[in-house]
């Protein structure tokens, strides 16, 4: 059975940062593309950055490019986002995701995705 579960989240103030993980059970993270969603409440899920198998390729939402960065150990079958200068506009319930064959211009849609986990909440605030 495939599972992805998500850690690291928490409250943290705003400037501060986590570094949110992605551990996959039952598949071999590294042959899936990694995408990281997040949801506020009252808002739509958004992509906020993805991971390709074939070369590497990330992608950044806006919003966050410049201080979250995507990465992935396959040593340890997990992917990583880490968050830096965290604002309260990035507090939300945030999500990985994996599919097998993905296109990169796909990679920040959350409807070409197959497997999710359950969902970390981040929340920054003082």
């Known amino acids: 059975q495939v599972q992805l579960v998500e850690s690291g989240g928490g409250l943290v103030q705003p400037g501060g940062s986590l570094r949110l993980s992605c551990a996959s059970s039952g598949f071999i993270l590294d042959a899936y593309a990694i995408g990281w969603f997040r949801q506020a409440p009252g808002k739509e899920r958004e992509g906020v950055s993805c991971?390709?198998?074939?070369?590497?390729?990330?992608y950044y939402a806006d919003s966050v490019k410049g201080r979250f960065t995507i990465s992935r150990d396959n040593a340890k079958n997990t992917v990583y986002l880490q968050m830096n200068s965290l604002k309260p506009s990035d507090s939300a319930v945030y999500y990985c995701?994996?599919?097998?064959?993905?296109?990169?211009?796909?990679?920040?849609?959350?409807?070409?995705?197959?497997?999710w986990g359950q969902g970390t909440p981040v929340t920054v605030s003082s």
């Open positions: 995701a994996a599919v097998l064959a993905l296109l990169f211009r796909l990679c920040a849609l959350d409807y070409a995705y197959d497997h």
């Open positions: 991971i390709m198998i074939s070369d590497g390729s990330t």
